[in-house]
């Protein structure tokens, strides 16, 4: 941490919150570079298109809740290059698939190559009859972080845009209360919390756009008896964790308190027991197979491993999974489509 009496112009220092938005999605902003995030770091999506394919028998379900509307919508927030997007729409049963009206909504350019009928916008629309989708976006909404000083008090971190860091004023308004009441920091000096409160208010933002349907979002996460005591905010580039500087060369990733962006009537699952829900387990194919058809013994075994990936303990399998719905019905079509068998977070 710099000693905050050094003499440096005022303007080199700001909150991460500012930094990590310039340092993202400014015009030189690392999710601007054609790569995309696909370039730098691996998330489900990029792992297994069963990943796809879960997603899609979940837009079934919530169709089947709805009553099968003439229109069904599908939105995947932060679509990257459209992968999730594509995958969806090709894994879903030609029926649903003429219904569906696909929307990734990205700030990057649109991708060439891209379906001509996956619509791609800078924000969701509005009146989605449907799934609103999530996956890793929330861990990127820029976010302050808070760092006890000497004193036990909460403190802005300011940061330069070499990733250089001090002290600034004490945490006060509406994130002092936030920390006081998901993220309450003891007063030991150096002990880190991330403000999650712009990321509890894009949530709420992108799941009131559903009227009638599901919100999920999926990310790397935590809850109220699992905070880290120093924070979780680092970089990835070409695939590997680094220092996290804000000078666009990297990106700039923290783990959600997926409780505090939970609404009423949400909750929060694991992955791995979502995924199990809607039939990617993992399960290798009976040996008897290799002897009959060799072929079909080797894609089931490529299969089950890429779902063994997706589902593992301490790997992706422990992302949360937050589930909100708006106007599902309650029935068993209604239930299924919610997950409601699936244990949630805090009971495993």
């Excluded at 998330?43 to 990943?51: E, G, K, N, Q």
């Excluded at 027991?273 to 290798?284: E, K, Q, V």
Aim: aromatic fraction near 6%; hydrophobic fraction near 40%; glycine fraction near 10%.
């Amino acid at each position: 941490m710099t000693d905050p009496t050094e003499e440096e112009p005022a303007d080199c220092w700001t909150g991460w919150r500012a930094a990590t938005e310039a340092a993202l999605y400014g015009p030189d902003g690392f999710y601007r570079g054609p790569e995309g995030p696909a370039g730098h770091f691996r998330t489900s999506v990029h792992a297994s298109p069963l990943f796809a394919v879960a997603v899609a028998r979940l837009l079934c379900r919530v169709d089947e809740a709805l009553g099968r509307p003439a229109r069904l919508d599908f939105v995947d927030m932060a679509a990257g290059r459209g992968e999730l997007a594509a995958g969806v729409l090709a894994a879903l049963p030609a029926e649903v698939a003429a219904r569906t009206r696909v929307c990734a909504v990205e700030l990057a350019d649109r991708p060439a190559g891209l379906a001509h009928r996956i619509e791609w916008l800078p924000e969701p629309p509005s009146g989605v009859h449907g799934l609103l989708f999530a996956n890793e976006w929330l861990d990127n909404v820029p976010l302050e972080i808070a760092e006890t000083d000497s004193s036990g008090v909460p403190r802005r971190v300011l940061v330069r845009r070499d990733g250089r860091e001090r002290l600034g004023e004490p945490v006060s308004g509406a994130e002092a209360r936030w920390l006081e009441r998901w993220w309450p920091l003891p007063p030991e000096e150096g002990l880190r919390a991330e403000i999650g409160l712009p990321r509890d208010e894009a949530w709420a933002s992108a799941a009131a756009t559903v009227e009638r349907g599901l919100a999920v979002a999926v990310d790397y996460a935590h809850t109220s008896g699992t905070r880290p005591p120093f924070g979780t905010l680092t970089g990835f580039r070409e695939g590997r964790e680094t220092a996290p500087v804000p000078d666009g060369s990297c990106d700039l990733t923290a783990h959600v308190a997926l409780d505090a962006c939970t609404r009423p009537g949400g909750r929060v699952l694991r992955q791995r027991d979502a995924l199990h829900a809607l039939g990617i387990t993992g399960a290798r194919p009976a040996l008897a197979l290799a002897s009959t058809d060799p072929a079909a013994y080797v894609r089931a075994l490529a299969r089950a491993g890429e779902a063994a990936e997706l589902t593992a303990a301490g790997g992706l399998g422990d992302f949360g999974w937050l589930i909100q719905p708006v106007g599902i019905p309650d029935s068993s079509v209604g239930r299924k489509a919610l997950l409601v068998d699936v244990p949630d977070h805090e009971e495993q």
